[in-house]
């Protein structure tokens, strides 16, 4: 059983409108009396306004409820098992920022916005419709079989912002979607040549020359921009950064990197390249970054603080400081496990045995990689000297079968070294290691990661102890809301570029911004206007414009109805 | 008249008043002289008296002719009047104790009396002077109903008033919201049939038998409030206690 337009079924609404009347309604039941004065005093007071006397279940309640819920289905369309019969139009639109370009007149999206809506326009009414918007994580848009107002409106609200990405999840969900006989349409910019059996492509690009922010970075009170072009010739075009420009040449192919003071430290920075076919990488909003300051507290003894190389590597390090108390370090360097506090990085020197059990192992290590810590690490040329004991944790580091650092809930990592018989902090790993820690420490400490994202990265705030995560909310560069639902950190997936406002109430807490910087969405060389039919026919649809036996058999049920509740009405009267 | 209704009334019978009546020659005491074996009075004899009743003792002691007078001896007349309104007829069981207690009086006049006329309607016939009168109605209309009666009563040797009334006139239920419709015209009624508006109507109804009966009493009739049910049981708990009939 299903309906052909859902919507109808607001005429249930019409049940308790039947319903109130008959609470209220004037027309009592009748009796014939003789001494009609013997009760004239006690005439219901017609100014006093209708009064709610008890419902009584009459013939004529029952019979106009009945009509009404025969008129609710029949506006709805109620079919049985008809389904499979009514066409199904599955879109699959390109949500790629490269959809937005616009050349020779009208953008891409245009066109086949264009070209969705007549082929929903063309379906029969009591058709359905499924739109889905490509993404690393295809969205349903409409549907699965919505009414056809609800795709087309899902249609007109297609904006392709997002990197880019690969098509096929959103087509195999179509796939599986159209799988009861209905049409699966791609519409998108370029050939695709992995479009899934029965897929119909029609692409709207048109080849154009582009220029594009690669990427946007401030740092260090420098800004460095990357720039290319995509295109046969060279591309000229203009840097303007707080209202100074500088022509710039680019080759088509080549990343140009331009570096410069920043004009205007601590103040939003745009910096924008003259307007070409794609508009959305041409801009970039940087935010002044806050600096993070990492505390450090070295809780070791003076001989292994030196013989670790702590001073020249804090120094080295930027945005960390020495902190004297334990507790306003955001890392730790001890050598006596305590309570660990939550959102500390405790880096803790194991003890080594009393017995002097130890190996001083020169490789081969077993490193993981995938872990941020050891990112960057190689340990070539180290010669580590550790202790003979097993260490609690998950171990991130082996030599053989000695676990040399572990990892524990908290963090808690726990360094199986000698100071003494190792040159591990001579080599280029310690900065690296130390480095990765102090990042680890950063990440973890309350406020924003990263407050210039690129689109596509998610954007993470972690929240300090007095934040309320339930009273968070991200305000969206088109002034939609849209409640937190992380717990100690907030994050969002931006689905355009613009300013991102983070509130805890009237209280702004951070503000991102993201910018659009996606080299393979920026090349336009590849876009073009073609159409590859499905190679699947269209199974043959025998609709009869639902105007169905079921309606033929609701409107004789209605009429039927209402004629035994006039008749009934007309007697009673 | 059916056969429930007949066999109902044959056990009972309508009492005659004391006063005197009109009527044909009967078993009953007439007002005027007859020929009845009871004696009445003398008078003088005048040419055309029936020589048969001249007292010759008295002539022979007075030589004055005198005739002696007997009780005239009559057979009753019983004008019968009837409700031809829609209101008598607003339920099946109304309607037929109607017709249930109209045919037992006629019954019962034509057995026991000298006859009945029914007259449509007060005024159209000219009541028999000196009759029995008996109406049967609901007496369910606005006016006062003592003028009426009063007129009804004008020149009867007695009047009779039976009031007949469905058992819901009587003892109306609780039914809540009703529309009531007036049988005999096209008023209309909405109104909440609970306790307080049925305290109200019966109040309303007491005054108007009172008014009924009190019209009745007052020209020397009787009065009997009928609940419309079987014969048998309207002649044994209502016209029965009111003396309206007797045993046979």
């Known amino acids: ?105 009208s953008s891409t999206v245009e066109r086949a916005r264009e070209a969705a809506m007549e082929r929903l326009e063309a379906l029969p009414s009591g058709a359905t419709a499924t739109v889905i918007l490509t993404g690393p994580r295809p969205a349903v848009a409409a549907g699965p079989r919505a009414p056809l107002p609800f795709a087309r409106e899902a249609v007109a609200r297609w904006k392709p912002e997002r990197p880019s990405h690969d098509f096929l999840p959103a087509l195999h969900l179509g796939r599986e979607l159209a799988a009861d006989g209905g049409r699966l349409l791609f519409l998108t910019d370029r050939r695709f040549a992995r479009c899934p059996p029965g897929t119909e492509l029609r692409a709207f690009g048109r080849a154009a020359a582009n220029a594009a922010l690669l ?158 810590l050891l990112d960057g690490v190689t340990l070539e040329g180290v010669v580590w000297g550790a202790g003979r004991v097993d260490l609690p944790g998950l171990p991130l580091l082996l030599a053989g079968e000695v676990a040399l650092l572990s990892e524990e809930e908290g963090p808690r990592y726990r360094l199986n070294l000698d100071p003494s018989r190792t040159n591990l902090p001579a080599s280029p790993d310690w900065p690296i290691l130390f480095s990765n820690l102090c990042e680890e420490a950063r990440r973890r400490m309350p406020g924003a990661e990263e407050i210039n994202a690129r689109l596509g990265e998610p954007l993470r705030y972690r929240l300090g102890a007095h934040d309320r995560a ?23 997936d931006p689905r355009g ?16 911004s993201v910018h659009f910087v996606d080299g393979r969405e920026s090349d336009l060389t590849g876009a073009e206007e073609m159409g590859i039919p499905s190679e699947t026919p269209v199974r043959s649809v025998d609709f009869d414009g639902g105007g169905g036996i079921e309606t033929q058999i609701l409107a004789l049920l209605l009429l039927l109805v209402v004629v035994a509740d006039w008749h009934l009405l007309g007697r009673g009267a | 008249m059916r ?163 469905d058992p819901w006139e009587i003892d109306p239920a609780r039914e809540g919201h009703l529309t009531l419709v007036d049988c005999e015209g096209d008023g209309r009624l909405d109104l909440e049939l609970d306790a307080a508006a049925i305290a109200r109507y019966r109040e309303r109804l007491a005054r108007l038998r009172a008014a009924v009966e009190r019209a009745a009493r007052s020209a020397g009739g009787s009065y009997a409030l009928v609940e419309a049910a079987a014969p048998e049981t309207m002649f044994r708990r209502s016209l029965l206690p009111q003396g309206i009939v007797e045993p046979r």
């Open chain 1, 470 to 492: 339930d009273a968070i909310e991200w305000r969206l560069p088109d002034g939609g809301v849209e409640r937190n639902r992380g717990e100690g950190i907030a994050t969002l």
């Open chain 1, 1 to 105: 059983m299903g309906f052909l337009s859902p919507l109808g079924l607001l005429a249930l609404l019409a049940v308790p409108a039947i319903i109130l009347l008959h609470l209220f309604r004037r027309r009592l039941r009748e009796r014939r009396v003789a001494g009609l004065f013997l009760f004239a005093a006690d005439r219901l007071a017609a100014d006093a306004g209708r009064r709610r006397a008890p419902l009584r279940s009459t013939p004529s309640l029952w019979l106009e409820s009945l009509a009404a819920l025969l008129l609710a289905l029949a506006i709805a369309g109620l079919t049985f098992g008809a389904e499979s019969r009514l066409p199904h139009l599955v879109l699959v639109l390109d949500d790629s920022a490269s959809m937005g370009a616009a050349h020779g007149g």
């Open chain 1, 215 to 372: 990427s946007a970075r401030r740092s260090g009170g420098r800004v460095h921009v990357g720039l290319a072009a995509y295109g046969g010739l060279p591309f000229e075009s203009r840097l303007r950064v707080r209202g100074s420009e500088r022509p710039i040449v680019l080759e088509p192919g080549v990343t140009q990197s331009l570096s410069f003071d920043d004009p205007a430290p601590g103040e939003p920075l745009l910096l924008e390249i003259a307007d070409d076919a794609l508009a959305i990488d041409n801009s970039a909003t940087l935010l002044p970054v806050p600096a993070r300051i990492v505390g450090f507290c070295a809780q070791v003894d003076a001989e292994t603080q030196a013989l670790l190389r702590i001073p020249q590597i804090v120094r080295a390090m930027r945005d960390v400081v020495l902190v004297s108390e334990g507790s306003r370090a955001h890392l730790l360097l001890t050598a006596t496990p305590g309570a660990i506090e939550p959102g500390r990085v405790e880096l803790l020197l194991t003890p080594l045995p009393a017995g002097g059990e130890r190996d001083d192992w020169i490789g081969p290590f077993l490193i993981e990689r995938r872990h941020p």
């Open chain 1, 497 to 512: 570029p613009g300013i991102h406002r983070l509130l805890q109430g009237d209280r702004e807490l951070a503000s991102f």
């Open chain 2, 3 to 165: 056969a429930e209704c007949a066999a109902a009334a044959h056990r009972y019978r309508f009492p005659m008043p004391r006063r005197p009546l009109a009527g044909r020659t009967g078993l009953h005491r007439g007002r005027g002289a007859g020929s009845s074996l009871e004696f009445l009075e003398h008078r003088d004899y005048v040419p055309g008296d029936d020589l048969r009743r001249v007292d010759w003792r008295a002539f022979a002691r007075t030589d004055e002719l005198n005739v002696r007078l007997f009780r005239e001896e009559v057979a009753p007349r019983i004008d019968l009047l009837g409700d031809e309104s829609q209101s008598i007829r607003v339920t099946p069981l109304k309607r037929q104790a109607y017709h249930d207690i109209m045919d037992a009086i006629s019954h019962w006049s034509s057995r026991d009396a000298g006859g009945v006329r029914n007259l449509e309607s007060l005024g159209r016939i000219p009541p028999t002077p000196r009759a029995l009168r008996v109406w049967v109605s609901d007496f369910l209309f606005e006016e006062d109903p003592a003028p009426l009666i009063r007129r009804f009563a004008s020149g009867a040797a007695g009047i009779c008033l039976v009031q007949l009334l």
